[in-house]
């Protein structure tokens, strides 16, 4: 929805095309902050007033909808590189190391064993 967005709304997004390969380029850094400010400003305003009507619409317009040829290319794109569909990161467990003062001081950074052992953690069950 945002790239959909700025593309019809900003001339920070160019659509390239190689040797069949399709590519979204940032052509405009500014043009690209500009835009991401004013959608972001419209989602706010959206937000605040529960403006029902004005975010079907954003997503209507921008966000349901799709290029089927353009999934298909990204879709054997993946499918070449023999990835898994899905994965996990385990994320650093990070820690307040406190002085005597009682005021942080310092983050001690460590990582879980593994996966399962993160979501469980996570989870509450351990």
């Known amino acids: 929805m945002i790239v959909r967005w700025l593309m019809s709304n900003s001339k920070a997004i160019d659509v ?7 590519f979204y380029v940032m052509v405009d850094m500014k043009a690209f902050q ?3 400010g004013r959608l ?3 989602v706010q305003r959206i937000k605040s007033e529960g403006d029902y009507e004005a ?3 954003l997503f209507e317009t921008y966000g349901v909808h799709f290029d089927a040829k353009l999934r298909d ?4 794109r993946v499918d070449r590189l023999k990835m898994p569909s899905y994965t996990g990161f ?4 990070l820690e307040p190391v406190k002085g005597a003062d009682g005021k942080i001081s310092d ?11 993160q ?3 996570y989870s509450g069950r351990k």
């Open 16 to 22: 390239r095309d190689r040797d069949g390969t399709t």
């Open 34 to 36: 500009e835009g991401v």
């Open 40 to 42: 972001l400003a419209e």
């Open 55 to 57: 975010a079907k619409k």
């Open 73 to 76: 290319e990204v879709v054997a």
């Open 90 to 93: 385990v994320q650093p467990r």
């Open 107 to 117: 983050v001690r950074i460590s990582y879980p064993v593994d996966l399962t052992s």
């Open 119 to 121: 979501m469980l953690e």
